[in-house]
């Protein structure tokens, strides 16, 4: 089945830096990367996501990156603010199974102002 | 608004008592919905997919007599903890799946549960 591995588990930055967050996944067939934010006692809400077909994709200060043949997806966050303090989670799907979602462990962003 | 909600969103139970814990699609027909398990500080892991008016497809390790899933609508999915223990004290999320190949996915906002 699908592996999802993240990395780095926590990440402190100063306001107004940037923040990169990395994904590796095994399963060629996954063709589907979302990201997730999730506050404390929340749900995860999604903020980005990307499908196989294409390398990078952005969204004002959130952009996510992939590249197929290593295997790998980034999350990267520019401008830094407080409120985007969060735990931020990657995942991995295919068409076939749709929704399934196979999520990275989780990495705890704290901005400091 | 949410599109997804989930009831209770925290409830509490004696040892050896079921929780029963809704999911419901507010603004789309879910045909499939799914059901994660979040401990404190780990990563969503997923329990089991269920499909609306079909028997629930759990992940390994997770027991169906456990945690009882049902489907019976395609806006309503229910998720019975019986005989809840302490082990079974967790952050339950769902996710409720529109119709098409790639349909619409959205999470709700999880149900806390604490068992004494």
């Known amino acids: 089945g699908e592996n999802v591995e993240q990395h780095p588990s926590t990440l402190s930055v100063q306001e107004g830096d940037s923040a990169v967050i990395k994904c590796t996944y095994s399963?060629?067939?996954?063709?589907?990367f979302p990201w997730y934010k999730q506050e404390l006692g929340k749900g995860p809400q999604l903020i980005i996501d990307?499908?196989?077909?294409?390398g990078e994709k952005k969204d004002q200060r959130i952009a996510v990156t992939l590249n197929k043949t290593a295997k790998h997806f980034s999350l990267h966050i520019t401008e830094t603010q407080p409120e985007d303090s969060a735990v931020y989670f990657c995942?991995?799907?295919?068409?076939?199974?749709?929704?399934?979602?196979?999520f990275g462990a989780g990495t705890q962003v704290v901005v400091t102002p | 608004g949410a599109v997804v909600s989930q009831h209770p969103s925290w409830v509490i139970c004696k040892s050896g008592t079921s929780v029963k814990i809704e999911c419901r699609s507010l603004?789309?027909?879910?045909?499939?919905m799914f059901w994660y398990r979040q401990f404190p500080k780990q990563s969503l892991m997923l329990m089991a997919t269920?499909?609306?008016?079909?028997?629930?497809?759990?992940e390994q390790g997770v027991e169906k007599d456990k945690f009882l899933i049902n489907h019976a609508s395609l806006t309503l999915s229910t998720l019975t903890v019986t005989s809840a223990h302490p082990e079974d004290s967790s952050f339950y999320i769902c996710?409720?799946?529109?119709?098409?190949?790639?349909?619409?996915?959205?999470f709700g906002e999880g149900s806390r549960l604490t068992v004494l």
């Open positions: 996710s409720a799946r529109g119709r098409g190949p790639t349909g619409e996915l959205f």
């Open positions: 399963d060629s067939a996954s063709n589907y």
């Open positions: 990307i499908r196989s077909n294409v």
């Open positions: 995942a991995a799907s295919s068409t076939d199974s749709w929704g399934k979602f196979q």
């Open positions: 603004d789309f027909q879910a045909t499939t």
């Open positions: 269920s499909n609306e008016g079909s028997k629930a497809t759990y």
